[in-house]
């Protein structure tokens, strides 16, 4: 497959433990952000948004916070599970021009 | 099923031929994109369209080229003039505005000789 997480920041984290995976955004004007989760050799997968008259929002084991005075955006993902180790991207979208950061390898140690 | 599909999934070219690159999709969504994906380079976004018969450069355009003739279809061409082009080429689509979800294509890895 594709070796989309070399070279990336890793963070290691135990199974069951929580995980954050933070994010500096660069477009004050960004007003929609999105994180996606990319598995190797495929395309990024959605996993939760949120728009920028919000602080938080969560969804299933994951939840999103925005700091527009910090332009940073983080992702924690509870009780963390094998099945989540990927490279995680978060993504802005100014002026209907979708962009990424880099990203981040998630490694989740049984 | 609706969803986007890129096809093929591995390409061989020889240095100096062009080569096009094909994203179909039936959702029925008036943006997308094409990205080019590089070890440790994150997603960088080369061209988008908005609509159909209009697209934009986006941050590493040079060395590609484009077209948007029919809502479902928006293929890449990977120029002789891209100096290094074997990269793994995402492409995706969704609907127009600037707050809405794209959805992304399983890939194609370009890998020129």
């Known amino acids: 497959g594709e070796s989309v997480g070399l070279h990336l920041p890793t963070l290691s984290v135990q199974e069951g433990d929580n995980s954050i995976i933070n994010c500096a955004y660069s477009n004050s004007a960004s007003d929609y952000f999105i994180w996606y989760k990319q598995e190797s050799g495929k395309g990024p997968q959605f996993i939760i948004d949120?728009?920028?008259?919000?602080d938080k929002r969560q969804g299933q084991r994951v939840t999103v916070l925005l700091n527009k005075t910090v332009k940073h955006l983080s992702l924690q993902i509870a009780a963390t599970q094998p099945g989540d180790s990927a490279v995680y991207f978060c993504?802005?979208?100014?002026?209907?021009?979708?962009?990424f950061g880099k990203g981040i390898t998630l490694s989740v140690r049984p | 099923d609706g969803g986007i599909t890129q096809s093929p999934k591995y390409l061989f070219r020889k240095e100096g031929q062009n080569v096009t690159l094909s994203c179909e999709q039936n959702?029925?969504?008036?943006?997308m994109y094409w990205y080019r994906q590089d070890p440790g380079q994150g997603l960088r976004l080369i061209y988008y369209s908005q609509i159909v018969n209009d697209f934009q450069k986006g941050d590493i355009a040079e060395g590609y080229s484009v077209s948007r003739e029919k809502k479902e279809s928006f293929p890449l061409t990977v120029t002789s003039a891209q100096k290094n082009p074997t990269a793994f080429y995402l492409c995706?689509?969704?609907?127009?505005?600037?707050?809405?979800?794209?959805?992304f294509g399983q890939g194609t890895r370009l890998t020129v000789v």
């Open positions: 995706a689509s969704s609907i127009s505005g600037s707050k809405a979800e794209a959805f």
């Open positions: 993504a802005e979208n100014p002026n209907s021009k979708l962009t």
């Open positions: 959702l029925n969504h008036d943006a």
């Open positions: 949120i728009r920028s008259n919000m």
